[in-house]
């Protein structure tokens, strides 16, 4: 990797292993720039609120997704939604509230938040600018049985 303009460059790096699946072929890995794929605007939500997911949600190959969560000022998730999966946030740009569990906490660039599976959660991007986080979430893998699996 080489940065090769004055401004800071990022990285953030996730480590996971591998959950194989008999049957289904190891994914080919991904390597994009969020420029080259274009944002999924969610239902309902007038386009305050998109997902750019790099990773076909239909392949199931992948035990991982790692999308780019975007808010623009206003943008909210209107529910309180819960997953069957872990899940990890971290905030790349602008402040927002979010809702883990019953308590509304202040987030902003550079937090991290570790949800656990079923967490009830929503999220309210009030501006001034655009809210986004890296969304990591294990896919298409049932949960271990017991912890000798893992």
């Known amino acids: 990797m080489h940065n090769r303009s004055d401004e800071t460059a990022r990285f953030h790096r996730l480590r996971k292993a591998y ?58 998730i209107p529910f309180a939604e819960t997953h069957v999966m872990e899940h990890g946030l971290y905030v790349l740009e602008g402040k927002a509230v979010y809702r ?14 570790w949800l656990r599976a079923f967490c009830p959660q929503a999220c309210y991007a009030g501006g001034p600018g655009r809210f986004r986080y890296l969304l990591y979430k294990d896919v298409n893998r049932h949960m271990p049985l017991s912890l000798s699996k893992r």
Do not use: C, K
């Open 19 to 76: 959950e194989a699946v008999p049957g289904l072929s190891e994914p080919d890995p991904i390597i994009t720039n969020e420029r080259d794929v274009a944002p999924m605007p969610m239902p309902d939500t007038e386009g305050r609120w998109s997902t750019t997911r790099f990773a076909d949600p239909q392949d199931l190959r992948h035990d991982m997704h790692v999308n780019i969560v975007t808010f623009a000022p206003g943008g909210v």
């Open 100 to 113: 883990l569990n019953q308590d509304w906490v202040e987030v902003e660039a550079g937090d991290y938040m």
